[in-house]
């Protein structure tokens, strides 16, 4: 597995084949901001040049969607069934596999092909992130989901604070775990950050206990999640959940050293 520098995507060689792994694509999500008078036309064929660009720079032959590939829980209305496919269409040249998300009702009859809810590429489970994993995925090495909008939040010399997307990777609680699964393999969960540009998500450990909306395996302890490691997209190593929680009420600046991210 590898991580994309700079972008929400990451890459994993399995099948005799270069897969390239989005989430949380929330086509539609425009829309929301529409009212406030932000208008922001076809961001599907942003997304898919994009996803295209980022599959021919690396020989991606597959693509995996890590669920909620729509933004509307319900059905879309029809502007927003139009996008879905255009977007579909628009991969048409490459294997796609969708994973069904909390947001995806009726995505298969949209899409025109079948949604699943994990899918299993060498040693890695994935899933979106809002349901237990099955057996067969926690015998994987590591867990790969989405689901969070995984955001770190930064204050910058002059006082002025914003919010950046970012990965987390959390370790296996082995007795929590044995609560829920008679055996275990896994050994990691990596939290994917969203790859719509208008989502950047809740910094991970600020203002709410982010970890009820997460996932059933940290609501559950099955995953450490105060002590998860917080990385940027641009590989910078910014601490732990339960570190920057507690940095948020000061000076939160030195954002240190790079380090490889490894699963």
């Not at 989502?199 to 940290?218: C, M, Q, W, Y």
Request: glycine share 8%; proline share 3%; no cysteine.
């Amino acid at each position: 597995m590898r991580f994309i520098y700079g972008e929400p995507a990451l890459l994993i060689s399995a099948k005799r084949s270069e897969w390239l792994v989005i989430g949380d694509i929330h086509i539609g999500a425009e829309r929301r901001i529409s009212d406030k008078g932000v208008k922001i036309y076809n961001l599907w064929e942003q997304m898919s040049k994009k996803l295209l660009s980022l599959a021919d720079t690396f020989s991606a032959k597959g693509i995996v969607l890590l669920g909620d590939i729509k933004d509307s829980i319900l059905y879309p209305e029809s502007w927003g069934q139009n996008d879905i496919k255009h977007f579909a269409e628009s991969l048409s040249n490459l294997e796609v596999v969708a994973l069904r998300g909390n947001h995806d009702a009726h995505m298969d009859e949209i899409m025109g092909i079948k949604l699943v809810d994990e899918m299993m590429l060498g040693d890695y489970a994935l899933l979106h992130g809002n349901k237990w994993p099955s057996k067969a995925a926690m015998s994987k090495k590591a867990l790969i989901t989405g689901h969070n909008h995984v955001a770190v939040r930064i204050i910058d010399p002059n006082g002025g604070i914003y919010s950046e997307k970012a990965w987390l990777i959390a370790d296996i609680n082995e007795k929590a775990a044995k609560r829920f699964y008679a055996s275990s393999k896994a050994k990691k969960l990596v939290v994917m950050p969203a790859f719509n540009p208008l989502i950047l998500g809740t910094a991970v450990g600020a203002e709410r206990k982010d970890e009820d909306n997460i996932s059933p395996l940290f609501r559950n302890g099955v995953f450490d999640y105060s002590n998860a490691d917080v990385y940027s997209i641009d590989g910078i190593y910014m601490g732990k959940v339960k570190t920057l929680s507690s940095s948020y009420e000061s000076d939160n600046t030195k954002r240190g050293k790079k380090k490889k991210i490894s699963p």
